[in-house]
């Protein structure tokens, strides 16, 4: 990181990254103060929701609770906002789009995923560290279950699944991809990404791009 030459208006900062093969979210690190409690308690949490994903705030206090822990739900559903995760259930779309996001249509309702780049999917997960926690996005091919692409965040900006678009792209081009709504797979950013290699996009969670 030492290399990069911030004030070099010949080269940008991202062709410095790209030059010396550097992830640029780790520039911009900054070391994130976390409470040793918050720790643990992150750290509790993310083991019951590997157990039971389908477990609110309100169950995953209970449990805390029940094992000793003093802790409320306002703090346990404070800190899996923090984390990126929530129950897994299906919701009534009561939410509208932000400005600008689209939906698009699921593509794989009886498709059988017979061969790499027909379907690659994304996803972001939480990482507990020793010393405080980051996001990790990876971009699969569905059927080999080969990791095209990922990217190490410790926020959950969408640059670093652009980034990995971005890196997974220059190595190929899937038939359908597929991801959830989030914010970061729904961004102006990531889907301008996909709109760039010609891709006729779909409403709702996947997106197609065409070879």
């Not at 010396?20 to 520039?27: A, D, K, T, V, Y």
């Not at 083991?47 to 409320?72: C, D, I, W």
């Amino acid at each position: 990181m030492a290399l990069i030459e911030h004030d070099n208006k010949a080269v940008s900062v991202r062709e410095h990254c790209e030059l010396l093969e550097l992830n640029r979210s780790s520039l911009y690190y900054k070391k994130a103060d976390v409470d040793p409690e918050d720790l643990e308690l992150m750290r509790l949490i993310d083991e019951q929701y590997t157990k039971t994903p389908f477990f609110g705030s309100r169950r995953m206090a209970a449990s805390l609770q029940k094992n000793g822990h003093k802790v409320n739900r306002k703090k346990v559903r404070r800190l899996m906002a923090q984390m990126g995760i929530e129950a897994l259930y299906r919701k009534p779309r009561t939410s509208k789009l932000a400005p600008g996001h689209k939906i698009y249509p699921y593509l794989l309702h009886d498709v059988q995923v017979e061969r790499p780049d027909q379907a690659w999917v994304a996803d972001i997960t939480y990482i507990p560290m020793r010393k405080g926690f980051l996001y990790l996005v990876a971009i699969i091919d569905w059927h080999s279950r080969y990791v095209v692409s990922w990217r190490l965040s410790n926020s959950m900006e969408t640059s670093f699944c652009v980034e990995a678009l971005e890196g997974a792209l220059e190595l190929a081009r899937p038939e359908i991809f597929n991801t959830d709504q989030g914010s970061q797979f729904t961004s102006d950013a990531f889907t301008k990404q996909l709109n760039e290699t010609g891709s006729g996009h779909q409403h709702g969670w996947q997106r197609a791009v065409p070879r």
